[in-house]
């Protein structure tokens, strides 16, 4: 099992600049979500969804975009890069939403010049 | 909004020296979730607790859930340099209405020889 896999590993944009970030899951899990980790800052949720064509906000979502085609992508698109973007980001996913454990995948490590 | 705080958010331990964590929310909980992750990796889930005064052990690791499902701690009997890396705690919060995972910011622990 590949569990949760996140491509790139490492992005360096320009500002103005926009990408994807890619996240599957091969583990048939419905519940999937994107946080961006700062320092001092714990794990902030930017977008969940809880399935297959459902998504949602969380704490941090502006300047970024996702969809849920099907149940194992997740992709988080950055639509104008800026530099207070420059962050780790996991993707997790779980089979329902916070009744059982998350497992992420290996992160990006995005710098915005 | 909910909010989940952990103390301390660093610790400097020797190498068989004990090691507490705390994790207090604003608000009762369903359950709550501890990860950990090492420096330049990802959170890896641990344990989950649901019941009021649960505890449940994991080697040397001791979790505990309060009566009023609104704290928690892990402890670590006589740490090792495997131990280092940061202790997150992860707050579920079900109110039928809405639901939401809020990570604590992280206790991070040194361990040297």
């Known amino acids: 099992n590949a569990g949760v896999t996140q491509t790139p590993k490492f992005q360096v944009l320009k500002t103005g600049q926009s990408m994807t970030l890619q996240c599957a899951q091969d583990?048939?899990?419905?519940?999937m979500s994107w946080y961006r980790q700062d320092p001092g800052m714990g794990l902030r949720l930017i977008h969940y969804?809880?399935?297959?064509?459902?998504?949602d906000q969380g704490e941090v979502p502006n300047g970024y975009n996702v969809s849920r085609s099907t149940t194992e992508d997740f992709p988080l698109r950055l639509l104008s890069a800026a530099p207070s973007q420059t962050s780790v980001y996991f993707c997790?996913?779980?089979?329902?939403?916070?009744?059982?454990?998350?497992?992420f995948g290996s992160g990006t490590r995005l710098t915005v010049v | 909004g909910q909010q989940v705080m952990q103390i301390p958010q660093y610790q400097h331990v020797q190498e068989g020296e004990d090691f507490t964590t705390y994790c207090n929310s604003s608000t009762t909980l369903s359950n709550i979730q501890w990860y950990k992750q090492r420096p330049g990796g990802h959170p890896v889930f641990l344990i989950q607790?649901?019941?009021?005064?649960e505890v449940k052990k994991q080697k040397r690791l001791t979790f505990q859930f309060g009566e009023a499902k609104k704290n928690s701690s892990l402890h670590i009997t006589a740490t090792q340099t495997t131990d280092v890396g940061t202790y997150f705690c992860?707050?579920?919060?079900?109110?039928?209405?809405?639901?939401?995972?809020?990570f604590g910011t992280g206790t991070r622990l040194q361990v040297t020889l």
């Open positions: 583990m048939n899990h419905e519940y």
């Open positions: 997790a996913s779980s089979y329902y939403q916070g009744a059982y454990g998350y497992t």
């Open positions: 969804s809880v399935g297959a064509g459902i998504t």
């Open positions: 607790l649901v019941k009021s005064g």
């Open positions: 992860a707050g579920w919060e079900n109110t039928g209405t809405a639901s939401k995972l809020t």
